[in-house]
Every structure is written in C-alpha cells, then in structure tokens.
C-alpha cells in the first residue's frame, strides 16, 4: 500500500554566485575565502546543549505523533507555524491517518532528531503491518511545527557487500569535532541507503551553539562546516577530479544536474575507491595520479553538487564511476557499483573511543 507524504512546508536536505577561487600557496595550504570558525576539540563543549535540543526536541515531536495518531487534529495544529497551517488541513490529516490505519500500526521501534538548516527534525519508526513507518515532525527556528511527513520505510534488499572487511585503515577525513548528520545502516539514521553505490555513505557537519550556523543561514560563509579542511581518509591514489562547480546558496538552490559536486575519488585498494564530495570551487589540492598519505589535505569543504549546506560527503564503492552520463555529461543513472562499508579507525564517538566503527546518525564524532 503507498502513502501520499504529507505536505512539508520547510524541507531538509544534504544534500550563489560562483565563489572565488583558492589560492594554492607555495606550502600547499589553501586560503579560504572568509574566515573559518573554529570546530569543537571535543564533545564536552557540545553535550550540554546537543542533550537539551534532544530532550526537547522528542518531548515535543513524541507528543505531536501521538497527537496525529490520536485524531487530536486541533491541538496538533495549534502548534503549526502559519505556512503550515494554511497548508495542512485536519482533513488532509484525517484522510493520512486513515491511510496509516489501513494496516495494523504497532509500536514505535526507534526515534532520533536531526537539526539542519535551521530546522530540527524529529524522526520517530513505528512497525507497520509486515512493515514499518517514519513520521517526521519538522520544527522551525521558531519552535512551530513547519511541516509533517510521512513515509513507509520499506525492508531493504540484502546488500552485497554485507561481509565485506577492508584492508585499508580508514580515519575519519576531518580535524576536531564533527556531526554525524546521516550514517547507519537503517533509513531512520542514513537516507543513502536506498542508493547502492552510496548504502554505506556519510554526511557530516558542524554543530555547535545549537545550530550549524550562525546569522540567518543564507549565505555558505554562515556555516561552521563551510571551508574547513578535508582531509584523506587513507593512504591511496587520486584517480578524479571535479573542482570548477559553483556553490549553491544555502537553503535556497542546489545542482541536481552535478550531484557529487566538486569532489575527489581515491583508490584506496584493488576494488575500493573513496569519493569526498560538496567541495568549494577551485578548493581542491591534489591531482589525479598523485599518491596522498592518509590525513593529507585535499581541498576545502563546500556546498557545490545535490546539497542544501555545506557539509562532507564520503562513501566507499568498488568502481571508480558512481554515474552514468548522456553526451551532455548529465547524469542519469547510478553505475552499477556497490556500495562498500566503510569503518574508521581509532575515533571517538561521543567522547568514547571506539577502535573500529561505522557512525551512526546523530552522533558526534573525531579522531582520537
């Protein structure tokens, strides 16, 4: 049975004016184009407020599902922001929910919040007849519920590479402390899993002072993430890259025609290649056929390709190609690569050392 989605007046994604191009000094440094924030050195400087947004945030969100799923239509919607409102109307909430009660809804299995562009989601799964659910609860930056979505979170197909174990050690390809935005193997904690190439893939900000930027969010330069280093994850050869693409202004436009972006691919074994992808134009340090040594600058984050703030994108496959291109060079289609698990080494996860792991979704992660 499918499941319209209900109307999201404020969507989330990670996925302007070209900007200038880096400067390639002599060192082999890269300038910036502003002045980059500090990332946290370590979580403790974020727990406090990361675990109120939590607690708050699935507080609200726990009451506004069980408000949709209980038909209390009026104090639900009490809380929408005007847009939303206008938008969702306790018909189109009822004729939903009956849809949803067509098959048996069981007990919640897992919930989690994600706070991007402005915008805090709570995500909570419900099993769902020989399936399950996800309802999504998206609260403003005024605290208003701005829209709900609802989707079937359908069994995914066996994946190939389940068993694989890579030789290579892997470290996680930045400095200080990031935000696993999405990683996992479910999609409730990493959406990429519905592509093959990209089932074990990442997406990682910056978040600290309750958000992943200050000011409004409408300019790259207002992220933490936007111009940070990236960094090799292993020792290996470029094999590719993209560097001449345009960042898109946040929140208000992305490049589905280049969805990578600018970005790098590093061969890191026989069958294993590493993409890092969303760099900042002309921001790239390396070349294909050059050797890099794990840890090694290879360009500046971004927001170029199928994003909507800056962030890094890295997954692993077992071919060099993740699409297939017309004459015009345009994707469209994933190649039949596979996507490959990609475990870091010696990290720390939530201040806790891990020696060998996968990130999972909603976690804060660095190098140990």
């Given at each position: 049975?499918?499941?319209?989605?209900?109307?999201?007046?404020?969507?989330?994604?990670?996925?302007?004016?070209?900007?200038?191009a880096?400067?390639?000094?002599a060192?082999?440094?890269?300038?910036?184009?502003?002045?980059?924030?500090?990332?946290?050195?370590?979580y403790?400087?974020?727990v406090?407020?990361?675990?109120?947004?939590?607690?708050e945030?699935?507080s609200?969100?726990?009451?506004?599902?069980?408000?949709?799923?209980?038909?209390?239509?009026?104090?639900?919607?009490?809380?929408?922001?005007?847009?939303?409102?206008?938008?969702?109307?306790?018909?189109?909430?009822?004729?939903?929910?009956?849809?949803?009660?067509?098959?048996?809804?069981?007990?919640?299995?897992?919930?989690?919040?994600l706070?991007?562009?402005?915008?805090?989601?709570?995500?909570?799964?419900y099993?769902?007849?020989?399936?399950?659910?996800?309802?999504?609860?998206?609260?403003?930056a005024?605290?208003?519920?701005?829209?709900?979505?609802?989707?079937?979170?359908?069994?995914?197909?066996?994946?190939?590479?389940?068993?694989?174990?890579?030789?290579?050690?892997?470290?996680?390809?930045?400095?200080?402390?990031?935000?696993?935005?999405?990683?996992?193997?479910?999609?409730?904690?990493?959406?990429?899993?519905d592509?093959?190439?990209?089932?074990?893939?990442?997406?990682?900000?910056?978040?600290?002072?309750?958000?992943?930027?200050?000011?409004?969010?409408?300019?790259?330069?207002?992220?933490?993430?936007?111009?940070?280093?990236?960094?090799?994850?292993?020792?290996?050869?470029?094999?590719?890259?993209?560097?001449?693409?345009?960042?898109?202004?946040?929140?208000?436009?992305?490049?589905?025609?280049?969805?990578a972006?600018?970005?790098?691919?590093?061969?890191?074994?026989?069958?294993?290649?590493?993409?890092?992808?969303?760099?900042?134009?002309?921001?790239?340090?390396?070349?294909?056929?050059?050797?890099?040594?794990?840890?090694?600058?290879?360009?500046?984050?971004?927001?170029?390709?199928?994003?909507?703030?800056?962030?890094?994108h890295?997954?692993?496959?077992?071919?060099?190609?993740?699409?297939?291109?017309?004459?015009?060079?345009?994707?469209?289609?994933?190649?039949?690569?596979?996507g490959?698990?990609?475990?870091?080494?010696?990290?720390?996860?939530?201040?806790?050392?891990?020696?060998h792991?996968?990130p999972?979704?909603?976690?804060?992660?660095?190098?140990?």
């Open positions: 049975m499918k499941i319209r989605h209900i109307v999201c007046v404020i969507g989330m994604a990670v996925m302007v004016l070209p900007a200038t880096q400067t390639l000094l060192t082999g440094d890269l300038s910036p184009i502003a002045q980059v924030s500090p990332v946290p050195d370590a403790n400087e974020v406090e407020a990361y675990t109120v947004l939590v607690e945030t699935i609200r969100g726990g009451t506004a599902v069980e408000q949709f799923l209980n038909q209390d239509f009026d104090a639900l919607r009490e809380q929408f922001s005007p847009e939303a409102a206008d938008a969702l109307s306790s018909e189109m909430l009822e004729q939903t929910l009956a849809e949803i009660i067509a098959q048996p809804l069981g007990e919640k299995r897992s919930e989690r919040i706070p991007l562009g402005g915008v805090t989601a709570y995500m909570a799964n099993a769902w007849g020989e399936s399950a659910l996800t309802v999504t609860v998206y609260f403003d005024n605290g208003q519920i701005g829209g709900l979505n609802v989707a079937p979170d359908e069994p995914l197909p066996d994946d190939p590479a389940q068993a694989y174990v890579s030789e290579t050690l892997f470290q996680l390809p930045f400095a200080g402390l990031w935000y696993t935005a999405w990683g996992g193997s479910d999609r409730l904690h990493n959406y990429h899993v592509a093959p190439p990209q089932r074990h893939a990442y997406d990682f900000v910056v978040w600290q002072e309750g958000s992943t930027f200050s000011g409004d969010g409408l300019q790259n330069e207002d992220y933490y993430a936007y111009g940070q280093p990236a960094l090799a994850p292993a020792t290996g050869t470029v094999i590719a890259v993209v560097d001449e693409l345009p960042d898109n202004q946040p929140q208000v436009e992305t490049d589905e025609q280049h969805p972006g600018n970005h790098v691919v590093i061969q890191t074994g026989e069958a294993e290649y590493v993409f890092l992808a969303h760099l900042q134009p002309g921001s790239i340090a390396v070349e294909p056929g050059q050797t890099v040594e794990s840890g090694q600058l290879v360009g500046l984050v971004g927001n170029s390709g199928n994003t909507s703030e800056p962030h890094l890295i997954h692993l496959q077992n071919q060099p190609e993740l699409f297939v291109t017309n004459e015009h060079d345009e994707p469209t289609a994933f190649t039949d690569a596979i490959l698990p990609l475990h870091f080494s010696n990290y720390l996860e939530n201040g806790v050392p891990i020696e792991g996968e999972v979704g909603g976690t804060f992660v660095q190098n140990d």
